[in-house]
Structures are given as structure tokens and as C-alpha cells.
């Protein structure tokens, strides 16, 4: 028994949690922290919240002392346990034997700011800086306030190494560091020698065997430790292997080519497309370039993003800052903004101030035609442009002027030559000359169509046309545009019908109401379903057999009733009775119907046109239908006359007019006649409709004449086509060389 309490009570006092580091490990018991040694003597008794750094460190003593936590602070503690600094930062992550990186809360923002204490709990760099990152040598330190952020390079007692007056220092290897200037180019510094280089890089990167990437417009290189280049920046991609080995890989090689395969120019980019007459977007990692072709190739940028030219102007961001520049790359902004979105005739562009917007307008040739800064903008629509200004809505037309002042707390586009707009409180409708259509005195309006609106005011709910009259209304029950319908809500949200002219067709009784067409409505009672015309005449009477299988088609609806399908008119009468076992929609007066597991097809009369013998088939489209007999698909005409053999595995109608085919997993083409215009042996076709068709096969594209002449060789990775410049652009990748570096 003695032996048995002994154990109990060594087990209690043992630690429940242990991590060790080196000869030294932290414990815990009851929640509480201390470090014992390899030997299990106690060195820090269990009495703290945390021991150690608040971020995880290689050694738990740095020089005699090892931080700990208490109440959410941290302080410093000798390894005999007594106390070097009471818990009062936030932080403390130790840089060497001699000095620890610490934060705290600014005193009156509250924001997190580091400084440098030593092992003996001195402070050796003040606290006064946004960011530090530390290094075994120095201090990389940081500024920044609402407008700027500075950054500058310390040593552990806040001497100054390198003014903090640069945009950004990174640390690249011992001793060594990236440092950006204003221009956002980058140099090379050592702690020993300073600037090794130029500001030249868009970006260093990292040292690896004595080695670094620089990024240059794109394009990359390789420098050494002393900042020598050894390889230039000039290629996609460095790769540094072993034995200073280097291999390089260039960017894919471009051709602007004609369809009948003359190069007119060759380029080197990641990415290459169209953005205006003679001009083009080229991609180099993350940097675009405008590239302008005439004469001789002329280059701007780079940017982190171009737009699409619209007439002779597109917008680009640099720097998180748009602008708008012309046909040269030139800038024709008189100043920067945060933001440019672009409709088919204008670009908008937006500066805040604070919390605020204020949008001016340029049209598509580069004109400000705005005459004020604007709060808001929308899309310009029948001529005029909705403005924001004083809180209150306006229209400007083409050259700024406002037209239609801004005196109204919301617009809407113009639409049928209306705007529906609030004034007041209430709200209305103007033209564009802004007269009033509508007079401002409901609560609520809403455009049914061209010449009908739903209103409310008050507890009235009901239709006006544009001259103002009242079609209908209503004093308690609401009104709303439902699936296409005019629908009037009564009890338990049951709902009734109320047609375009102001009619009341039925009383709100049914669950749901859906417009099929000019004339007809589908409405649903507990789970049956009835037809009612446009007159409120029922159509078909509710039935839980009667199931719409699709909406209006060239004025029939396809209906299920019985298990069996067939097609009502829009004023619900029968036309083809409900025999089939399947239909598809009439096309072209014809429709799909199946009998006996076979499809063929029926006029409008429910005469049997085309007999069902396939086993699928398509709807009419231009003239033409798809069947497939077994597993094989070919064309119809009208008549039912097979215009193309059965031996396609697939067919798909283009939008061309024409027809690819599938045999074997090669694909070819067809006319919408069935003659055979591209031979199945590719393994993927694209038609252009220009004549012309790109093809691929064994991953390599080139490109086929409707006649079947090879035009374009099949030699490219990319192949596109470019309908702007009407030529093609034909890109070749490029594989790893191996290259000696620059002595």
C-alpha cells in the first residue's frame, strides 16, 4: 500500500508536458511553465504562463536569459530565475546572443512598434518603427505613416548604416540586401562594401550557392555575391544548376503571319493578343508592353495592365494608378486616378479623397468632356451619361453638358426614351428633355414595358400608362411583376392575374402564375397545373395529370398529360394530341415527336413529314437536322432527305453554318449540303469563318483552307486568330538550353 501511494504522489509531481532544447527543456504542470535541465533539476520553477519566445527560437537561453509570459506580457528572466524585466511587451524574439527584437503598443495609436533590448534588459534601438526585420549582422527598419513608407538599414545600438530614406530594403543572404529606390528599381548593397550595383532590377531574388535571380522588364538574369552579372536579363527563365551549371529558356517566339504564310513580324513575349488596329498587348511575367506595328516594331511600358483600345485610347495601371494613354503610348491624363472602367464610348476615371469619389468622363478619342468631378457615374445609355453631384442625379450628353440637371436622388437609364427617376421622396418619369412623363407622385415605380408601369402609393397598388392614367388599381392588394406576369396578391399570398390593359383576369386563388406567351398563362394549384388565355377564359381546367414541358415555340407549348406528350396553341386549345412518347420544341414548323422508341418528325398539322426511324434527333436549324441511326450521326433536310452518311461517331452544328464531324476520334468538316470539306485526320479543328480553319494534330496547329489547302504549316504550340488586323498570330515555345555565364 505504502508502495502504491509512493507512486501516486511521484506521478502527480511529474511534469504532463515536456519540449526540449538541447540540454534544457520547458515543463508544464497545472498550466503553468518552467525549465528543467537534463538532468531533471529544476533551473525555472513551473509558476509561468509561457517560457521561452513568443516565436519559436532554436535555443530557449539566449545568453543567460529566456523570455516568459505572464497576464498577456512578456518579460526577460535570468537563467537563476530572477527577474531581468517585468511582462510588459507585446513580443520577444531573440536575434543573437546579445540582443532581442521587441514590440509594444504605440502609446497613443495602439499600433504594434518595434524596438531592440538587450540580454540585460536595456534598450539599445528605440521604439519607433513600424517594422523591423532582423538579421544576425543588422537591422532592417521601417517607417511609415498615412502617406509614405521609408526604409532604412540600423546596427543593434541604432546607428545609422543606410538612411531610411528608400521605398523598400529586403534581405537577400548574410550581409546582403536588396534596396529599392523611388523609382521602384532595386540595387544591390553590402554591409561591408555598400551598393554593389546600380538601382537596375525590378526585383532580386534570393541567394542560392552564391548565386541571385534579377528581373529586369520582364526578363530575367543572374548576378554573383560581388554584383557581377554573369548571366544577362534577357531570357524567361534562369535555371542555376549544380557546379555554377546555368540553363536558360526563352520567351515564346511570336509571328504575326498572313493566311497565306508570310511573316510580317517577329516577337518574344510569355503572351501576345490584339488590343486595336496594328496594335497588341505583349505579356513578360507579370509586365505588359503595348507593342505598335507599322513600319518598325515601337515598344511602351512596361504596365501591370492594359486595356483594349477603345477608337484611339485605352487606360493602364503602373503602380497601382490608372491612366489613360493614345495609339503612341503616350500618357494624355493630366493626372492619375485610382480606378478607369470603360464603356463602348467612354472611360470613367475615379480619385478618392478620403473616403470619397469624385469621377471625371473622357471620351474614346482622349477628350475630358466632364465639366465637374462627379460623386458617381453609370453606363451611358440612349445618349446620355447618369451623374452624380451634391448627392442628387443628372444626365450629361456627349460634349458634358448637363442636359438634365442633377435634382433627382435616383435615375435610371433611359430606356423607350424614359427615365424612371425619385424626386421628393416620390417618383416619376422624364424624357429626355427632362419633362415630365409621369408626374412624381407615387411611392414606388416600376417599367412593365414600353408603355405600361406598376405603381404604389400609399396602400394603392395598381397600372398607369405613360400618359398617366390609371389601368388599374387597387386599394389594399399588392401588385408585382412575377415570371412575366402582372400578379395580384390576396389571402394566404394567393395570387390572381392582371393583364398588360389594366384586366382583371382571375381572382388571387392560385399558388404560382407564369407568362408562356403573348396570350397564355401557365397557373399552379395545389400541385395542378391549368392554362388561362389572355381574355382570363380557362384554357385547360386544373388537372394533376397536366404537366408543361416547354414554353412557347413558334406560338405552340409542349404539354404532358396522361404520360403522353403533345402541343397546345397559345390560347391553350389542342392542336397535336397528347400520343407521343417524346417531343422537342417546333423549329422551322417542324417538331420531334418519338413513337416506339424511334424520332422523326411533324408539321403543325400533326402530319408525319419525316417517318421515326432514328434513334435521336436534333431540331430544324437552318434548314438541317441531326439523326442518329445505331451509334452513328448524319443530316436531314426538311423532307427527310439524308444528306450525309452515317459514319460519324459525333456531330455538332457550328455556328458557321456547317457541321464538325467525329470518325475514330479525328475530327473533320461538313457544308450544311453534306459535302465533305475537311477529310476526318485532326485531332482538332476550329472554323473561323473567313474561309479558313485552324487544325491540330499532334500538338503542333497550323492552318487549312476550306478547299483543303494547307495554308499555315502545322509547326506551332499557338495559333490564333486575329479579326482586328485580319492575320493570325502563331506562337513556338522554347525548350532549356545550357549556357556559360559572362565572364
Not at 416620390?426 to 428633355?433: A, E, F, Q, V, W
Not at 388599374?472 to 390593359?501: H, M, P, T
Not at 431540331?619 to 432527305?641: M, V
Amino acid at each position: 500500500m505504502k508502495y502504491l501511494l509512493s507512486i501516486l504522489i511521484i506521478c502527480l509531481l511529474l511534469p504532463s508536458y515536456a519540449l526540449e532544447y538541447g540540454s534544457y527543456k520547458i515543463v508544464q504542470r497545472k498550466g503553468k511553465k518552467g525549465i528543467i535541465n537534463d538532468k531533471g533539476q529544476e533551473v525555472i520553477p513551473m509558476l509561468y504562463d509561457d517560457i521561452g519566445w513568443s516565436k519559436p527560437a532554436m535555443r530557449v537561453f539566449v545568453g543567460n536569459c529566456t523570455g516568459y509570459l505572464q497576464d498577456g506580457k512578456w518579460g526577460l528572466l535570468h537563467k537563476n530565475n530572477s527577474i531581468i524585466l517585468p511582462p510588459r511587451y507585446n513580443k520577444l524574439i531573440p536575434i543573437n546572443d546579445e540582443f532581442v527584437l521587441a514590440t509594444q503598443a504605440h502609446p497613443s495609436s495602439k499600433k504594434e512598434i518595434f524596438g531592440v533590448i538587450n540580454t540585460q534588459g536595456g534598450v539599445t534601438t528605440p521604439f519607433k518603427y513600424h517594422y523591423i526585420d532582423a538579421t544576425k549582422e543588422f537591422l532592417i527598419a521601417h517607417l511609415q505613416n498615412n502617406f509614405s513608407h521609408k526604409a532604412g538599414i540600423i546596427d543593434f545600438k541604432n546607428n545609422v548604416l543606410l538612411p531610411l530614406t528608400y521605398a523598400n530594403i529586403i534581405n537577400l543572404s548574410h550581409g546582403l540586401v536588396g534596396v529599392q529606390d523611388n523609382s521602384q528599381k532595386y540595387a544591390l548593397w553590402a554591409m561591408e562594401s555598400g551598393f554593389l550595383t546600380k538601382f537596375l532590377f525590378d526585383s532580386i531574388g534570393s541567394f542560392e550557392n552564391s548565386y541571385a535571380h534579377v528581373w529586369e522588364n520582364g526578363t530575367q538574369g543572374i548576378i554573383n555575391r560581388a554584383g557581377k552579372v554573369k548571366i544577362d536579363s534577357s531570357w524567361k527563365q534562369v535555371r542555376i544548376g549544380e557546379n555554377s551549371q546555368f540553363e536558360i529558356k526563352q520567351f515564346t517566339d511570336w509571328q504575326v503571319i498572313t493566311a497565306n504564310n508570310k511573316t510580317l513580324f517577329d516577337l518574344a513575349f510569355d503572351d501576345f493578343m490584339p488590343i486595336g488596329k496594328n496594335l497588341y498587348k505583349g505579356k513578360k511575367a507579370k509586365l505588359n508592353f503595348i507593342i505598335r506595328l507599322g513600319e518598325n516594331i515601337r515598344l511602351s511600358g512596361p504596365f501591370d495592365e492594359i486595356s483594349t483600345f477603345i477608337d484611339s485610347t485605352a487606360w493602364i495601371v503602373k503602380n497601382n494608378k490608372y491612366e489613360l494613354i493614345n495609339t503612341k503610348g503616350q500618357v494624355i491624363t493630366k493626372e492619375p486616378y485610382d480606378s478607369i472602367w470603360s464603356s463602348d464610348s467612354y472611360h470613367f476615371c475615379m480619385k478618392r479623397f478620403g473616403r470619397d469619389q469624385a469621377w471625371s468622363i473622357y471620351n474614346s478619342f482622349g477628350k475630358k468632356i466632364s465639366k465637374w468631378y462627379y460623386q458617381d457615374v453609370q453606363k451611358e445609355s440612349e445618349g446620355l451619361i447618369p451623374v452624380k453631384r451634391k448627392g442628387h442625379w443628372g444626365f450629361i450628353v456627349s460634349d458634358g453638358y448637363e442636359q438634365i440637371p442633377c435634382t433627382y436622388k435616383s435615375v435610371m437609364p433611359f430606356k423607350d426614351g424614359t427615365s424612371l427617376v425619385g424626386y421628393l421622396g416620390s417618383y416619376g418619369l422624364i424624357d429626355t428633355n427632362n419633362q415630365w412623363v409621369l408626374q412624381p407622385k407615387q411611392d414606388y415605380l416600376e417599367q412593365l414595358n414600353a408603355s405600361t408601369f406598376l405603381f404604389k402609393n400609399g396602400n394603392k397598388h395598381g397600372l398607369k400608362n405613360r400618359n398617366g392614367q390609371v389601368l388599374f388599381e387597387s386599394s389594399w392588394n399588392k401588385l408585382a411583376i412575377e415570371n412575366g406576369a402582372v400578379v395580384i396578391f390576396g389571402y394566404n399570398n394567393k395570387r390572381g392575374l392582371v393583364n398588360d390593359l389594366g384586366n382583371q383576369l382571375t381572382t388571387p386563388k392560385y399558388d404560382s402564375v407564369i407568362r408562356l406567351g403573348n396570350s397564355i398563362y401557365l397557373v399552379q394549384l395545389d400541385g395542378q397545373n391549368g392554362l388561362i388565355k389572355a381574355n382570363g377564359k380557362t384554357a385547360h381546367t386544373l388537372d394533376s395529370l397536366l404537366t408543361l414541358v416547354m414554353p412557347e415555340q413558334e406560338q405552340y407549348l409542349g404539354i404532358k398529360k396522361d404520360g403522353k406528350y403533345g402541343f397546345v396553341d397559345t390560347n391553350g386549345n389542342l392542336r397535336v394530341a397528347n400520343r407521343y412518347e417524346d417531343i422537342q420544341p417546333y423549329a422551322e414548323q417542324r417538331a420531334a415527336i418519338k413513337i416506339m422508341g424511334k424520332w422523326g418528325f411533324i408539321d403543325k398539322y400533326e402530319e408525319i413529314i419525316i417517318q421515326p426511324r432514328y434513334g435521336w434527333v436534333s431540331s430544324f436549324s437552318r434548314g438541317l437536322a441531326r439523326f442518329r441511326k445505331g451509334n452513328k450521326f448524319g443530316l436531314l433536310d426538311k423532307e427527310g432527305n439524308e444528306l450525309f452518311s452515317t459514319r460519324a461517331d459525333s456531330l455538332e452544328q457550328l455556328p458557321t453554318d456547317r457541321y464538325k464531324f467525329i470518325v475514330d476520334g479525328m475530327e473533320g468538316l461538313i457544308d450544311k449540303q453534306g459535302k465533305q470539306l475537311i477529310y476526318p485526320k485532326y485531332d482538332q479543328i476550329k472554323d473561323l469563318d473567313n474561309g479558313y480553319v485552324i487544325i491540330k494534330r499532334n500538338n503542333k496547329l497550323g492552318l487549312i483552307s476550306l478547299e483543303g489547302i494547307h495554308t499555315i504549316p502545322l509547326a506551332f504550340d499557338i495559333l490564333e486568330y486575329d479579326s482586328i488586323n485580319n492575320v493570325y498570330l502563331a506562337g513556338k515555345h522554347s525548350n532549356w538550353e545550357e549556357t556559360a555565364w559572362m565572364e
